[in-house]
């Protein structure tokens, strides 16, 4: 059975660009381009949490990065498996 997946709201992302002043919050590059929202790492049943605490402003190599080191990781369907 497929869940339904949580996105963060685009209230949410604005909130969280807010908060990290507009950078990476690993490498503190200044996001220019497509800023990417990372799930801050919950098992992905937890993945619905999809709110502020749980949401962290990446540049696109660290998010790459990110999702490399995580036991599970996310199509591009945005359905998860695990490793
Ligand atoms: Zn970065």
Not at 29 to 56: G, M, Q, S, W
């Amino acid at each position: 059975m497929r869940s339904k997946r949580a996105e963060f709201s685009p209230e949410t992302k604005i909130a969280c660009f807010k908060r990290d002043k507009g950078k990476c919050r690993i490498c503190t590059k200044p996001i220019v381009t497509a800023a990417r929202y990372y799930h801050f790492p919950v098992p992905a049943e937890l993945d619905r949490l999809a709110d502020l605490d749980n949401c962290r402003l990446l540049c696109i190599v660290c998010y790459d990065k990110q999702m490399q080191h995580l036991p599970w990781r996310k199509r591009f369907d945005g359905t998860v498996e695990r490793r």
